[in-house]
């Protein structure tokens, strides 16, 4: 072979860096919020919930589950918004306002951990299936497919009756329950990333099946994870409000469901106050919405041709 | 079996004995309600063999197998029928360590060096992860990869080493694809096309760099190509296959000079030659490539083939020796 001098060529060793390719892909989120006007949007509207959940204990003014006297007292009940009680205060007592930062909170630690669970177990199913295929395909997707036809709301009910009520049955359940969309999507795309020949290349230098999916096909499909873990977690939080309000929630955490189900039972309505149950509502909306407004635009540069 | 001629040095490296190579189709609902489960003969009985640092070009229309062979050659897909044999031990049914033994010697280039690299890694990672896969030993790692980027003359290494596959050229990234199969060190080597997706005025440099390393390391290389003036220029022995089957297998220059077997014949004829004085007489082929589900019987190129007789539907001609190292598959050659 050619003696070259070895002029310095400064080799060096490839960092194995696993944060590299989460990055990049979360890095892609930011891109797009700076093209999609949406994505925007839904991305300021989660940092600033991010940012009330991280100091909600600085933020709050009371305890949100304390009962609350007058200097005089009486029970703080049913108080409209002043300068102690900016929302007012509930039929029991208790300080609006504290709930509703506390319950960003709890909202935010269900749906993260619920989307970090459909796509963890997501994307590993549909690794596996879209890889192996054969038999061990068609099992997985029976799964799916049951997982799918399970109804949702009264199966996080049981499950609530089974367990202590707690905001973690949620979790369980949207993991449980929401996993399939996810796998199936992220299959299809493994089958057709399998016959690359980037893939090809692995397994004809040696590598063995779990090195190609895990190190060489994953990677290529995080994206797709990420776009279904923001409609994931704008899920969980709506399931967690509909659990809450149904009367299966957790009694000993504040969570917008709570809240709305407390102003439900005490006719809040009827007394016009719509300080109470109103801002719960929003919050909902806002950080459901936000969700999608991401996922859209992500979307868009997933799959660029979709554009209308 | 041929284990025991690995002693003789003119013993081939890589022997393959009949090997076909059939894939199922989907079925359409005619073919349900028929009962029928359609196939397709991508590669149909071939046998062929290679010597150590011998470089074989095989020709032939998309569609005719030559790429399924050429996987087949590398372990990457099983043949259906047959069996290829690597210095002596056949490459079916072999144990972990013994297919990762095969794997640093038997290495493959690909045609699309765009879609050959993982986009999620750099380019130093794509040239690590042969060495970790094929389980080379820690401390000769850097070693082979400077090896190899010098062997592939790739300038500015420095710089390229940390990129993403998109913000190379094809050049650059062909070279690196090279690179990724050499820093094993292999005995042989397969070349699927590996100009095709290239720009012109980057083929020749691609091409230079492939014969000077197949000569410089005595690399057993197979080329596949569809283009005879590629294949011409880099292997001394050219095989031709037609829908599966090899129907002409010799040195390069007689197989150009005087091609023996009708298709060869209207391939040579087929590559623009700038000099006018050499001319073959054209041999006209009627159609395209038949529907390769249902090949003619015999002689699978009789449909198109101006000599065609009725003992060609009938007899499938073999692949016979009739000139020195020169085969050819067809009734009227002798």
């Known amino acids: 072979m050619p003696q070259a001098p070895d002029t310095a060529l400064a080799i060096g060793r490839p960092r194995t860096n696993v944060f590299k390719s989460v990055s990049r892909s979360l890095g892609a989120v930011f891109s797009v919020a700076r093209r999609d006007p949406y994505a925007a949007v839904g991305l300021v509207i989660y940092a600033g919930f991010a940012l009330i959940a991280i100091f909600a204990d600085q933020l709050i003014h009371n305890d949100p589950l304390e009962i609350l006297f007058t200097p005089d007292y009486d029970l703080a009940r049913n108080l409209p918004p002043s300068q102690d009680f900016w929302l007012g205060t509930t039929y029991s007592g208790r300080d609006i306002y504290s709930q509703l930062i506390m319950g960003t909170r709890s909202a935010l630690i269900v749906g993260l951990t619920a989307a970090l669970c459909v796509v963890a177990i997501g994307t590993v199913i549909g690794l596996i299936s879209g890889y192996f295929r054969g038999w061990v395909d068609t099992l997985l997707m029976r799964i799916a497919d049951i997982a799918l036809g399970v109804p949702f709301l009264p199966f996080v009910i049981v499950l609530a009756a089974f367990l202590q009520p707690s905001q973690w049955n949620v979790v369980i359940g949207i993991a449980l329950l929401l996993w399939p969309n996810s796998a199936r999507v992220i299959r299809a795309q493994v089958m057709s990333l399998r016959e690359r020949a980037f893939v090809e290349a692995a397994r004809v230098t040696g590598a063995g099946p779990w090195r190609i999916l895990f190190i060489h096909v994953a990677p290529n499909v995080l994206a797709l994870s990420f776009l279904y873990a923001s409609v994931a977690v704008g899920w969980a939080i709506l399931t967690e409000a509909s659990i809450s309000f149904l009367g299966f929630g957790p009694s000993d955490t504040v969570s917008w469901g709570y809240m709305l189900q407390d102003a439900y039972a005490s006719q809040a309505l009827g007394r016009g106050q719509y300080y109470w149950f109103v801002p719960p509502g929003l919050c909902i909306i806002a950080i459901v919405v936000a969700g999608f407004f991401i996922s859209r635009g992500y979307e868009e540069i997933l799959f660029p041709k979709l554009k209308a | ?334």
């Open chain 2, 1 to 334: 079996m041929s284990a025991l001629d690995t002693n003789t040095p003119d013993a081939p490296l890589i022997d393959v004995q009949g090997v076909s190579r059939r894939f199922d189709l989907n079925r359409s609902m005619g073919d349900i309600l028929k009962g029928r489960y359609p196939t397709v003969d991508a590669v149909s009985d071939v046998s062929l063999s290679l010597r150590r640092g011998e470089a074989v070009g095989i020709v032939g229309e998309s569609g005719c197998g030559k790429s399924t062979l050429g996987r087949i050659l590398v372990k990457l897909i099983p043949p259906s029928g047959g069996h290829v044999v690597f210095d002596g031990e056949p490459i079916a049914g072999m144990d972990r360590k013994r297919e990762l033994a095969f794997r640093r010697r038997a290495q493959l280039v690909f045609q699309n060096p765009f879609d050959a690299l993982n986009a999620h890694f750099t380019i130093r990672r794509s040239l690590y992860e042969p060495l970790h896969n094929a389980k080379i030993p820690v401390e000769e790692h850097e070693e082979r990869v400077a090896e190899a980027i010098r062997m592939v003359h790739l300038p500015t290494a420095e710089h390229i080493l940390d990129s993403y596959p998109h913000q190379l050229s094809g050049g650059q990234l062909q070279r690196i694809v090279l690179a990724r199969a050499l820093v094993l060190r292999p005995e042989f080597i397969v070349a699927d096309e590996p100009v095709s997706m290239l720009d012109v005025s980057v083929r020749a440099g691609i091409l230079n760099v492939f014969r000077q390393i197949q000569r410089d390391m005595g690399l057993a290389a197979v080329f596949i190509s569809h283009d005879l003036a590629l294949v011409r220029y880099v292997c001394e022995r050219t095989i031709t296959m037609y829908l599966g089957t090899v129907v002409e297998d010799g040195p390069t220059s007689d197989v150009i000079a005087n091609p023996l077997h009708p298709y060869t014949r209207a391939l040579v004829a087929a590559v623009p030659v700038p000099n006018v004085d050499q001319s073959h007489d054209p041999l006209p082929i009627k159609g395209g490539i038949p529907d390769a589900r249902n090949p003619p019987s015999g002689c699978r190129f009789r449909d198109r083939c101006p000599l065609a007789e009725a003992r060609c539907a009938s007899e499938r001609p073999v692949l016979r020796e009739v000139r020195a190292a020169h085969k050819v598959a067809c009734h009227f050659v002798d």
